[in-house]
Nanobody, 118 residues
């Protein structure tokens, strides 16, 4: 069983910054991918960024150059530094951990609200 606990959401003005963190606990493979997704009201959940245990990263085009994902493999945490925030970044942000063949093990955090005011 894996648990993911997010922290760091909140309310910020446009142009501001927030840092989200997610801590994993439980049993999982050392080779894995951690990432962030978000879901705005009335919209589907969408990919934001991911990072492998080897350090490879991918970002959604909408956040490239503004968001930075990082991880600490020793503490099994993943962070998302969000700069130059825009009102359209407002959403619930979810932490994700995947591992195993074809990512058969797929876990989600409970979500943390990020609200960017204009």
């Amino acid at each position: 069983q894996v648990q993911l606990v997010e922290s760091g959401g909140g309310l910020v003005q446009a142009g501001g910054s927030l840092r989200l963190s997610c801590a994993a606990s439980g049993t999982y493979f050392s080779i894995n991918t951690m990432g962030w997704y978000r879901q705005a009201p009335g919209k589907q959940r969408e990919f934001v960024a991911r990072i492998t245990s080897g350090g490879s990263t991918n970002y959604a085009d909408s956040v490239k150059g503004r968001f930075t994902i990082s991880r600490d493999n020793a503490r099994i945490t993943v962070s998302l530094q969000m700069n130059s925030l825009k009102p359209e970044d407002t959403a619930v942000y979810y932490c994700n951990l995947r591992f195993g063949e074809r990512n058969r093990y797929d876990y989600w955090g409970q979500g943390t609200q990020v609200t960017v005011s204009s």
